[in-house]
């Protein structure tokens, strides 16, 4: 498989749709098993499955499965989607993992009372939508946390590293994964765990900043994967 798996997956469901496999109507194999069948990860099927549902071939209903649209395939967006993929979401938490919890680490040895404020902004933000109970993702907050922390580093080569991939959290199949099924509990907890972040960098514990940080995107990786 290419890096971006899902689009030559979501090609060959689509492929199937128009042979008349899954008809319209039909209901798809559960993830578990189209990622058994074509040997590639239950995230890539997901991430394939979010692609088709942008593309108008199919819809997915939480708890129900996924189901081919009544009215067929809409080829012209499906040959958008196909000329211009979004980037990987597993793929871009994979490096987020990787990168993220040494940067907060950074951030907590080097933030100074101004990189400090620039990552109390947007968490007070989040955590006014959900003392309101805000069922919207709170995408723009959360971007400008992560983004605050990185630059609070104190070091210009990972914040030039991370900065694309706070971008990529504004693409379609981002939203289309992040934004199903979201919750007032959802803003809540993200809320929470971002405060956990705060207080860890703000105490100057590397290690706590670290671990708070990785336990943090596991936990968007488990959302949206799981």
Same mark, same amino acid.
């Given at each position: 498989?290419?890096?971006?798996?899902?689009?030559?997956?979501?090609?060959?469901?689509?492929?199937?749709?128009?042979? &008349?496999?899954?008809?319209?109507?039909?209901?798809?194999?559960?993830?578990?098993?189209? /990622?058994?069948?074509? &040997?590639?990860?239950?995230?890539?099927?997901?991430?394939?499955?979010?692609?088709?549902?942008?593309? &108008?071939?199919?819809?997915?209903?939480?708890?129900?499965?996924?189901?081919?649209?009544?009215?067929?395939?809409?080829?012209?967006?499906?040959?958008?989607?196909?000329?211009?993929?979004?980037?990987?979401?597993?793929?871009?938490?994979?490096?987020?993992?990787?990168?993220?919890?040494?940067?907060?680490?950074?951030?907590?040895?080097?933030?100074?009372?101004?990189?400090?404020?620039?990552?109390?902004?947007?968490?007070?933000?989040?955590?006014?939508?959900?003392?309101?109970?805000?069922?919207?993702?709170?995408?723009?907050?959360?971007?400008?946390?992560?983004?605050?922390?990185?630059?609070?580093? &104190?070091?210009?080569?990972?914040?030039?590293?991370?900065?694309?991939?706070?971008?990529?959290?504004?693409?379609?199949?981002?939203?289309?994964?992040?934004?199903?099924?979201?919750?007032?509990?959802?803003?809540? /907890?993200?809320?929470?765990?971002?405060?956990?972040?705060?207080?860890?960098?703000?105490?100057?514990?590397?290690?706590?900043?670290?671990?708070?940080?990785?336990?943090?995107?596991?936990?968007?990786?488990?959302?949206?994967?799981?």
């Amino acid at each position: 498989m290419p890096k971006r798996a899902y689009i030559d997956v979501a090609a060959l469901l689509r492929e199937r749709v128009e042979d &008349g496999q899954y008809p319209p109507g039909s209901r798809l194999p559960a993830e578990r098993q189209l /990622a058994e069948e074509l &040997g590639v990860s239950r995230p890539t099927v997901r991430e394939a499955l979010a692609a088709m549902e942008l593309m &108008g071939v199919v819809d997915t209903h939480a708890g129900a499965g996924t189901f081919v649209r009544e009215k067929g395939v809409e080829a012209d967006g499906a040959g958008a989607a196909i000329r211009a993929p979004d980037a990987s979401p597993s793929e871009i938490l994979q490096v987020r993992l990787l990168i993220e919890p040494g940067t907060t680490r950074l951030a907590t040895v080097n933030w100074d009372r101004q990189s400090l404020a620039a990552i109390a902004r947007p968490l007070h933000a989040l955590e006014r939508a959900a003392e309101a109970r805000s069922a919207a993702h709170p995408t723009k907050e959360d971007r400008q946390f992560h983004a605050a922390i990185a630059q609070a580093s &104190g070091n210009d080569v990972l914040t030039s590293i991370l900065s694309p991939l706070w971008e990529t959290m504004s693409q379609s199949l981002w939203r289309s994964l992040k934004e199903k099924g979201w919750s007032a509990a959802n803003t809540e /907890a993200v809320a929470r765990e971002h405060r956990e972040i705060y207080e860890a960098i703000r105490g100057r514990d590397p290690d706590l900043a670290g671990f708070t940080m990785e336990k943090h995107i596991r936990g968007v990786i488990e959302s949206l994967f799981a």
